[in-house]
């Protein structure tokens, strides 16, 4: 089936002004439309739109308990929107109720979509009884169906990619924290996924051991074909690896741009407070 191409982020010109992915027609992989969730009476998410497009790299920021991860976790489909539509390669995540009509979302697709996202979060959640090797080789051999020789070739690749070759056969437990991170990072790249979440990877690593993990997600972002939705509080490392910035407040997109013009000319009072807090530093 083929869907229309748009250009995207062109509804409102005064959002990614400078941003390059702008000028071309593309379809987006992700987007998100006038997005909202609540719990109970506390509504996390307002009306948010976002286009992801393929090989874009998105980052996070914002306060604690703005909505970034609830925005991501949507993503996964471990929450579903109280009102709004997701799609993924234009087909959306979840049945949608419109004028008393339910429109299905597309079995199929919904499977293929969860096998397409990778997601690194805080904690590495490795299975403590598996080797290193083992742990990576999981998912291609139970969900993708390869075969033992294939998922381990697959998997060797991916634990050299992140540098860690010369612990295939340790475990879990006899590894840095930066180093299970990592473990965790070629876990979700084995299944060679079009979107990758990060949720504040490094946010529980000694700081010693930040800067290894990031240097990992920084190589992999240069490769350039995976869109990437970082959230994150390390303000150095989304300049760097980012396309765009995201601000977030209170469940919404304040402000948003290239790294340059969110960090140098940020316009909002809100960014511009929450800036200084990290200038500071
Ligand atoms: N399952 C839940 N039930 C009730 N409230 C929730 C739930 N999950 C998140 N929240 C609330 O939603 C708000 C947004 O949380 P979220 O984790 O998305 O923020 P965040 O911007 O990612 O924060 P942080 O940077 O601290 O991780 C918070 O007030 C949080 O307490």
Redesign the pocket.
Known sequence: MSVPLKLIYNEDPTKNIDCEVRKNIVRPIVTYNNISKS?GD?Q?LKNIDLEIAPGEKVALI?P???????LARLLMTLEEPTSGTIEVEGEMLWHQRVNDKLIKANEKHLHQVRGNIGMVFQHFNLFPHMTILRNVMEAPRNVLGLSKEEAKERAVKMLEQVGLSSKIDAYPAQLSGGQKQRVAIARALVMRPKVMLFD?PTSALDPELVGEVLEVIKAIASEGEMAMLL?THEMDFAKDVADRILF?DQGRIIEQGPPKKIFNNPESERLQTFLSRFNRH
Do not use: A, D, P
Request: hydrophobic fraction near 30%; charged fraction near 15%.
């Open positions: 719990y506390l996390v914002g604690s308990g703005s909505g970034k991860t609830t504040e959230i977030f």
